[in-house]
């Protein structure tokens, strides 16, 4: 379960920097030889792809071949070109273009992405779900659920095409009945590395298996069946060795843990990165060797990995990156990394240069069409100690410190678990922003069970949720206190998926918060555990499935202390999330209205998890600040 962070950002115009738009970079790719990025990129208009010198930033290049698309997958083939998606109703176009023109290879009837071209530049591989029912992933709005259930599956293959002659007909080369989430091309162009899984692809995420698929014939082998989740499989450039990042993640694209390495042939895979205090969410394997983005406390960090070292980081900073493949992109030799990059006070830009360098002479900030996005917060990190763990947060202020004193604050706990709330820039148009605008100070903690200090401190929730991680966050609620003017009087919480089970169960745990926002949270993990679409997400949490071990799904589940609860709440859920039905929120809202405690439930149409159309998004912060203002800011 997740929160998703969009990226977003402003263009220089004439007009005031608080009626910009801002200026997006989205799906950044870096050419092999590191002297160019692209980035589908748009300043409120519609977006264009466009490509720039690492030099400088300058625009080098736009690509517009189809007016009607929107574009994502970009990608670099080995001699420079470019290779994108064009998505249009109902089908999507595999566009390559040259120095000079563009052309469409082939038209997929369904959903399309990752294209990657073959080493010696002659084929693109794409993933392909053809007549899709639904978008890929499990946070996407759910088809209906009627007629026989669970008879019929999306299926996510491997299809390969041929660059000199556009394809008539689109035929996977995977097996029917396996979905494939990621894969790399070997080194010879035979065939790939993948994660698989037989059957449901939105469930089966949490049992990939890392196999081999021959490029030719779709034959599949076993290289490894870790006992971790894995994602990003890189194969050496010697073609001997996969890579892959392992570790306890809860949810699609939130990837963090240790890198692992295992023989192509196949074998046990091996931790090289045992024992660290940061999370690797990002590995790529250049000529030079490793390269990887890691989370480590509150810095993102760009770096060298050696097996059995510590991460030797070239550019580290507290902000988050984005880019389409991975929180980095790293050039073919190794040598430069691109990305973009944000923090709370800052709007996203485009950095790149040098890996290893350091100063003007590394990675710096090349884009310049947001620095006159305005600032919203005072934004710190903050750290404390709890139980003998170390846990950071951040804490973000109005610019303008609200009169009267000590002020209010909402704690906002991040979806996952396995995830963290990392910088990203606080526009009016966030719930952050919103509750900044209106107030508020903002507290967002990354208690255990977190990415950014070790596999350990990640998996320190397992069997045990809403325990030592509340601990965690009321404990960083009290440092919070010793360093800024919050009044304890005028506390409260909120979040979603992750965050709003916590916000469902703190309710039953404690009564210092006066009001609750809890979106798309789970009050009752047996029913949970019969209703929802991703169910093999628990188990590495819980041990065994709930029909083996009701108790331990019954002690964590907020309905069965309903009498403990207090606390208002605002409950908000998507009429079609899977990750966690509206069922949930509807048995919690039915608990606290039966023992009288103020509470209000929106399920929103057709919405899938955590609520993220922009209209719909606008409702829940009105409806949120409203709930807040009446039982925080005025309470006594």
């Not at 996510?156 to 394809?167: K, S, T, Y």
């Not at 493949?325 to 800052?346: I, K, L, M, P």
């Not at 900044?436 to 069997?463: C, D, I, M």
Request: hydrophobic share 40%.
């Amino acid at each position: 379960m997740r929160l998703i962070l969009a990226a977003a950002l402003l263009a220089s115009t004439a007009a005031p920097a608080a009626a910009q738009a801002l200026h997006q970079y989205g799906a950044l790719a870096i050419a092999p030889a590191g002297d160019r990025v692209a980035a589908i990129e748009s300043n409120g208009s519609r977006s264009v792809v466009t490509v720039r010198s690492v030099a400088d930033g300058h625009v080098v290049r736009t690509i517009d071949p189809c007016k009607t698309c929107s574009y994502a997958g970009l990608t670099f083939a080995p001699n420079g070109d470019i290779v994108l998606l064009g998505r249009e109703t109902g089908s999507v176009r595999l566009i390559y273009a040259d120095a000079t023109t563009t052309r469409t290879i082939a038209t997929i009837a369904g959903i399309a992405q990752t294209p990657r071209v073959s080493p010696d530049g002659k084929r693109i591989a794409l993933l392909v779900t053809l007549g899709a029912a639904k978008e890929s992933g499990a946070t996407q709005a759910g088809v209906r659920m009627i007629g026989e259930i669970g008879e019929k599956n999306d299926e996510q293959r491997l299809a390969v095409f041929d660059i000199a002659r556009p394809a008539t007909n689109v035929t996977p080369i995977s097996p029917a009945g396996r979905y494939v989430y990621e894969y790399d091309w070997t080194p010879d162009g035979r065939g790939f590395v993948a994660t698989t899984a037989l059957g449901n692809g939105d469930n089966n995420w949490w049992v990939a298996s890392l196999d081999a698929i021959d490029a030719q014939t779709g034959a599949v082998r076993s290289i490894a069946r870790p006992a971790t989740q894995l994602n990003q499989p890189r194969v050496s450039p010697d073609g001997r060795t996969v890579a892959f990042i392992g570790g306890l993640m809860s949810d699609f694209g939130s990837i963090g843990g240790d890198v692992f390495t295992v023989p192509i042939t196949g074998g046990t895979p091996r931790n090289i990165t045992a024992g660290a205090k940061s999370t690797v969410t990002t590995i790529d394997w250049t000529a030079a060797g490793l390269r990887t983005v890691t989370l480590s406390g509150d810095q993102v960090q760009f770096g060298t990995l050696t097996p059995g070292a510590a991460v030797t980081p070239g550019f580290a900073k507290p902000a988050s990156s984005s880019a389409g493949d991975g929180r980095a992109v790293f050039s073919a030799d190794g040598r430069v990394v691109a990305a973009v990059v944000q923090d709370y006070e800052h709007a996203p830009a485009i950095y790149a240069g040098p890996v290893a360098a350091t100063g003007a002479a590394g990675v710096r900030q090349i884009t310049h069409d947001n620095d006159a996005a305005p600032a919203m917060t005072r934004a710190r990190s903050v750290a404390w100690t709890n139980e003998g763990f170390n846990v950071q947060g951040w804490l973000l202020a109005p610019r303008e410190a609200p009169a009267g004193g000590k002020a209010p604050m909402i704690t906002m706990v991040h979806g996952g678990p396995s995830a963290a709330s990392m910088p990203g820039y606080v526009s009016a148009g966030s719930m952050n922003g919103a509750l900044l605008k209106a107030g508020y100070y903002v507290f967002l903690p990354n208690p255990r069970g977190s990415y950014g200090q070790g596999e350990a401190f990640t998996a320190a929730n397992k069997r045990d949720f809403g325990g030592g991680d509340l601990r965690d966050i009321l404990a960083g609620i009290d440092a919070v206190e010793r360093v800024a003017p919050i009044d304890d009087n005028r506390l409260g919480l909120g979040g979603c998926s992750y965050g709003g089970f916590m916000a469902m169960w703190t309710n039953t745990q404690t009564n210092r918060f006066k009001a609750i926002v809890a979106g798309a949270g789970l009050s009752n993990w047996v029913s949970y555990y019969g209703t929802n679409g991703i169910d093999q997400w628990l188990l590495p949490f819980f041990g065994k499935t709930m029909y083996d071990d009701i108790k331990a799904y019954e002690g964590v589940s907020a309905v069965y202390h309903a009498k403990t609860a207090k606390t208002p709440t605002f409950i908000y859920v998507g009429e079609r999330d899977i990750e966690v039905p509206p069922t949930q929120s509807i048995e919690w809202w039915h608990a606290l209205k039966d023992r009288g405690v103020p509470v209000s439930l929106v399920i929103y149409p057709d919405a899938g998890h955590c609520v993220t159309a922009p209209d719909q998004a606008s409702d829940v912060r009105a409806r949120a600040i409203a709930w807040f203002d009446r039982y925080v800011k005025n309470a006594k």
